[in-house]
T-cell receptor
C-alpha cells in the first residue's frame, strides 16, 4: 500500500519570505501523480499544485513550486513571497495513475507571521 | 452550481441513530468521491462513483456505511447505528472525469459529531 509522510506538523514563515514543506512517499508503482492541497479553516480542500511522475520538470504555479526527487521519493513544496492568505493546513497526496483514490499525509499547519 | 455543495454543514446525532449526508457536485461532473477526515489526520478515501454506479467502495469501513447516487448527480452518504468513532468531517469531491489527471473539486464538508 502507498503511504505519504509529512514530518513537519507545524511550520511558520515571515510574510514575504520563503518556506519549504516536506513530503515523502512510498510506492512500488512507476506511474503516479503527486499533489499539494491547501485546507483553510473553511475545511474546503483546494488544489495548489500537481506533479506527474513521468515528467522530470518540476511543476510551478505562480509563487508555488515543487522539488520532485523521484529516486528519493520526495516531493517538497516551496512557497515564495509568503502572504497572510497562505496560512492554512497543507496536505501532500498521492494517486496511482490507474487509481481513483487519493492517499493523503497528515498535514502541515503553516502560520504566516506579519 | 458554482462549486460542490454539502449539507448539512454540521450535524450532531446521538449514538445509535441514522444519519444522511448530502453532496451536490458541480454540474456535469461524472465522478464523485467521498472522504472522511478525522481530527488531526488527512482525508481518507471512502467511495468513488462514476455516473450512477459505485466504481470503488473499498474505503467504506464497514456495512454501516452506504452511499448512493441514483441519478448520477446528487449523492447521499448514509450511516446506520452511528458510533462515537464515526465523528469526523466528511468531504465530498467531484471531477469532470475520474482519475488523477482531472482536478477534483472539494466541498466544505459536513462535520459529524456523535454524542
Amino acid at each position: 500500500a502507498q503511504t505519504v509522510t509529512q514530518s513537519q506538523p507545524e511550520m511558520s514563515v515571515q510574510e514575504a519570505e520563503t518556506v519549504t514543506l516536506s513530503c515523502t512517499y512510498d510506492t512500488s508503482e512507476s506511474d503516479y501523480y503527486l499533489f499539494w492541497y491547501k485546507q483553510p479553516p473553511s475545511r474546503q480542500m483546494i488544489l495548489v499544485i500537481r506533479q506527474e511522475a513521468y515528467k522530470q520538470q518540476n511543476a510551478t504555479e505562480n509563487r508555488f513550486s515543487v522539488n520532485f526527487q523521484k529516486a528519493a521519493k520526495s516531493f517538497s513544496l516551496k512557497i515564495s513571497d509568503s502572504q497572510l492568505g497562505d496560512a492554512a493546513m497543507y496536505f501532500c497526496a498521492y494517486s496511482g495513475a490507474g487509481s481513483y483514490q487519493l492517499t493523503f499525509g497528515k498535514g502541515t499547519k503553516l502560520s504566516v507571521i506579519p | 452550481g458554482a462549486g460542490v455543495s454539502q449539507t448539512p454543514s454540521n450535524k450532531v446525532t446521538e449514538k445509535g441513530k441514522y444519519v444522511e449526508l448530502r453532496c451536490d457536485p458541480i454540474s456535469g461532473h461524472t465522478a464523485l468521491y467521498w472522504y472522511r477526515q478525522s481530527l488531526g489526520q488527512g482525508p481518507e478515501f471512502l467511495i468513488y462513483f462514476q455516473g450512477t454506479g459505485a466504481a470503488d467502495d473499498s474505503g467504506l469501513p464497514n456495512d454501516r456505511f452506504f452511499a448512493v447516487r441514483p441519478e448520477g448527480s446528487v449523492s447521499t452518504l448514509k450511516i446506520q447505528r452511528t458510533e462515537r468513532g464515526d465523528s469526523a468531517v466528511y468531504l465530498c469531491a467531484s471531477s469532470l472525469y475520474g482519475g488523477p489527471n482531472t482536478e477534483a473539486f472539494f466541498g466544505q464538508g459536513t462535520r459529524l459529531t456523535v454524542v
